[in-house]
T-cell receptor
Framework: AAGVIQSPRHLIKEKRETATLKCYPI?????VYWYQQGPGQDPQFLIS???????DKGSIPDRFSAQQFSDYHSELNMSSLELGDSALYFC???FGRGGGEQFFGPGTRLTVL | KQEVTQIPAALSVPEGENLVLNCSFT??????LQWFRQDPGKGLTSLLL?????REQTSGRLNASLDKSSGRSTLYIAASQPGDSATYLC??????????FGTGTRLQVFP
């Protein structure tokens, strides 16, 4: 079965650079979620989109922005990167916003030097 | 504010044992609860989803129960195997989109 696809899988950036993470949800899933997992921590919710509209917002820095496109894929844009942004970034998708099961991608490991 | 706690934080058992992992949450107004497995540095694999109206879910050797009123869920793993070694996370969903995760139970099953 098709799973959530994230690219790139690994990314190394310098401080103050920008990064773009991409997420391709499971076919027919209309809701996308972004989570950040720091070293030794549990995943923290950043932002979600339903039918291309932002539906919920968590602890996402103002330096970060995201959107969902007409084909339901999503991109997380991160600017003015800081050392503390180094983490594993997960995208998840579900069908609908209600009690749907969230399926997670393999993650993008971002390292900021 | 919803808080999710998992006990124990780590567990090391011999192969073949039956295990119980515990998850507790402070706000019983949840939509659903998911159990995940995470291998080191890897993604999250969804194991079971329990809706708030359900009491338990089963998948193979895994059984998860939910007692919403007491804010507890347990994940029962039968006949553990070395391949079950991973970190197990529970996560609750309230009225918003986000999942709130516990800090996980790190399980090691040795031959």
């Amino acid at each position: 079965a098709a799973g959530v696809i994230q690219s790139p899988r690994h990314l190394i950036k310098e401080k103050r650079e920008t990064a773009t993470l991409k997420c391709y949800p499971i076919p027919r899933h209309d809701t996308v979620y972004w989570y950040q997992q720091g070293p030794g921590q549990d995943p923290q919710f950043l932002i979600s989109f339903y039918e291309k509209m932002q539906s919920d917002k968590g602890s996402i820095p103002d330096r970060f922005s995201a959107q969902q496109f007409s084909d339901y894929h999503s991109e997380l844009n991160m600017s003015s990167l800081e050392l503390g942004d180094s983490a594993l970034y997960f995208c998840a998708s579900s069908f609908g916003r209600g009690g749907g099961e969230q399926f997670f991608g393999p993650g993008t490991r971002l390292t900021v030097l | 504010k919803q808080e999710v706690t998992q006990i124990p934080a780590a567990l090391s058992v011999p192969e073949g044992e039956n295990l119980v992992l515990n998850c507790s949450f402070t706000d019983s107004a949840i939509y659903n609860l998911q159990w995940f497995r995470q291998d080191p540095g890897k993604g999250l694999t969804s194991l079971l989803l329990i809706q708030s109206s359900q009491r338990e879910q089963t998948s193979g050797r895994l059984n998860a129960s939910l007692d919403k009123s007491s804010g507890r869920s347990t994940l029962y793993i039968a006949a553990s195997q070395p391949g079950d070694s991973a970190t197990y996370l529970c996560a609750v969903k309230g009225g918003t989109d986000k999942l709130i995760f516990g800090t996980g139970t790190r399980l090691q099953v040795f031959p």
